[in-house]
């Protein structure tokens, strides 16, 4: 394992999560638009939403019952995963490479992001 | 105006943004958040809720075809992002407590900002430098293919680069933009890293900033799939495009009619800011 194959994996990583997402939104974008195509929807005024839109289990609670807004959220939740993922690669990728710095630093990113992400559980 | 209607004209609105921030390697971002804003009156919580997860969508779809050709640096890339994340958080923050109308001022002052670079151009040197001490011992020089070959870069002044990552961080959490130019200019001028290094490496940074404020955007209910959907699918198919386009375009003439375009929605956001029209 040396640095470029590892990010040309988690370049391939990276663009198979986006597509997987983008046909989550796509989906559930769909059915959204055949469900409610014709109602009125402004957003003038900001109001934070329902916390089935809002929390990690709400979107898939509510996705599992078909909501077609919390389907299109699964796929931006799962967006919203991928860069997470490929920190969390790097840093196994770091750590095959026995390179303890940056297997560190990558460890410090992680939890960062994780830090945001347990916000929203 | 119904769900339909809305979803097209975004759609529309964002395919544009993203060909047009893939053109001028300024991110779709800083189009989007004040197109939804002008043009439709779509609250700025919702804009940059939207707008940041377009950013993660843009920066991971073109992530592969960068590695490919293998300019990035993931050490530097890594170590910078501590320093974004962190920013990011603290933007994400801060957009909590101030009110849309100062979001608008300082998203205006941003795109001014960024018409200055379209005119300019995002050129930078290529110079070499020698890494300094830090840098050394950060293990941050590389080399990149110039020509055919490898040619070995190093890396300076760790610290100021840092520092103005912390800064792009919060930016990006504060306005759901990716920041790359200030990204770029960290690395480039600052740091003394190739340009076509600093760029793709900003590119790679982008997705994993916008991820750290993406879980607090959340929480607070600023994505909105309704609006998210339309932003993020156009964008991304607008970033492609672009992408295809940017080999036989003219870009210099683009950049100059995209600076006088970002300037003009610059000015519009600043004074609606004022005026608490936004």
């Known amino acids: ?121 | 105006m119904t769900a339909l209607e809305f979803t097209l004209i975004v759609f529309a609105l964002s395919t544009l943004a993203g060909f047009l921030g893939a053109l001028t390697g300024l991110g779709g971002g800083v189009v989007v958040v004040p197109a939804l804003t002008l043009a439709l009156g779509v609250d700025m919580k919702y804009a940059i809720g939207a707008s940041l997860v377009s950013v993660i969508a843009t920066s991971s779809g073109a992530a592969a075809a960068y590695v490919r050709e293998g300019f990035s640096n993931i050490r530097i890339g890594m170590f910078l992002e501590i320093a974004t994340t962190i920013g990011a958080i603290a933007g994400a923050l801060l957009a909590g407590r101030v009110s849309t109308h100062a979001l608008a001022i300082v998203f205006g002052l941003v795109l001014a900002q960024a018409a200055y670079m379209s005119f300019k151009g995002l050129t930078g040197h290529d110079k070499i430098v020698e890494s300094d001490k830090l840098a050394l011992k950060l293990r941050l020089g590389s080399d990149y293919p110039v020509d055919g070959q490898r040619q070995k870069y190093g890396v300076r002044n760790v610290p100021a680069g840092f520092a103005t990552m912390f800064g792009a961080g919060a930016l990006s959490g504060l306005l759901g933009i990716g920041s790359g130019a200030v990204k770029v200019i960290a690395m480039d001028s600052i740091m003394r890293i190739p340009f076509k290094v600093s760029t793709t490496t900003s590119n790679f940074m982008i997705g994993v900033t916008a991820a750290a404020s993406a879980g607090l955007y959340l929480e607070r209910g600023y994505i909105d799939p309704r609006v998210a959907m339309p932003v993020m699918l156009g964008v991304l198919i607008g970033a492609l495009l672009g992408a295809k386009v940017l080999v036989f375009a003219r870009v210099k003439t683009l950049r100059i009619v995209f600076g006088v375009v970002i300037l003009a929605l610059a000015v519009e956001m600043i004074v609606n800011g004022i005026t608490g029209k936004v």
């Not at chain 1, 929807?41 to 900001?46: D, G, L, S």
């Not at chain 1, 898939?60 to 860069?83: C, D, E």
């Open chain 1, 1 to 121: 394992m040396d640095d470029h194959r590892l990010e040309s994996m988690i370049g391939q990583l990276l663009r198979a999560g986006v597509l997987l997402a983008a046909a989550t939104v796509l989906g559930g974008g769909v059915l959204y638009l055949v469900r409610h195509h014709a109602d009125p929807v402004r957003f003038h005024t900001f109001i934070a939403g329902g916390s089935d839109l809002r929390s990690v289990s709400g979107i898939v609670g509510a996705a599992a019952h078909g909501n077609s807004a919390a389907i299109m959220q699964v796929g931006l939740l799962l967006l919203i995963l991928t860069p997470i993922v490929r920190v969390a690669v790097a840093v196994v990728g770091f750590l095959l490479e026995r390179d303890r710095l940056y297997t560190v630093v990558s460890l410090i990113v992680l939890v960062i992001l994780m830090f945001s992400l347990i916000h929203a559980s």
